[in-house]
């Protein structure tokens, strides 16, 4: 998401918010990865969802997913935000995330 009031032809990186938690994650330098219409999850809250719905299996009632924007039937994740990300998107956002060359991100161990 884009903090109110950003000029689209001039984005800076303070601009590019998390949709979860609303902390400029390019400023930030967070690790992020971008769904559909320019949302995004920073690495801080794929974490914590990872956590909860994959370890904890205690995600949150299926709902319009922010990152995908479908209507998933499977739990999901919503941060301190009204964003949720289902679980499909959780999966593949921690995939590209742990992939990428340019983060130093791991998904957390459920052990």
Same mark, same amino acid.
């Given at each position: 998401?884009?903090?109110? @009031?950003?000029?689209? =032809?001039?984005?800076?990186?303070?601009?590019? #918010? +998390?949709?979860?938690?609303?902390?400029p994650a390019w400023a930030l330098n967070r690790? +992020?990865?971008? %769904?559909?219409? @320019?949302?995004?999850?920073? %690495?801080? +809250? #794929?974490? &914590?969802?990872?956590?909860?719905?994959?370890?904890?299996?205690?995600g949150e009632a299926p709902a319009t997913c922010?990152?995908?924007?479908?209507?998933?039937?499977?739990? @999901? *994740?919503? %941060? =301190?935000?009204?964003?949720?990300?289902c679980k499909r998107c959780i999966k593949q956002?921690? %995939?590209?995330?742990? &992939?990428?060359?340019? *983060?130093?991100?791991?998904?957390?161990?459920?052990?």
């Open positions: 998401m884009r903090r109110d @009031g950003t000029n689209p =032809d001039d984005v800076q990186p303070e601009d590019v #918010l +998390c949709d979860f938690c609303l902390e690790p +992020c990865v971008e %769904g559909h219409h @320019g949302s995004i999850i920073c %690495g801080v +809250c #794929l974490s &914590k969802a990872w956590v909860v719905v994959q370890c904890e299996r205690d922010t990152m995908c924007l479908e209507d998933r039937d499977e739990p @999901g *994740w919503r %941060g =301190d935000t009204s964003a949720h990300i956002a921690a %995939g590209a995330m742990h &992939k990428s060359k340019d *983060w130093d991100w791991t998904k957390p161990d459920c052990s």
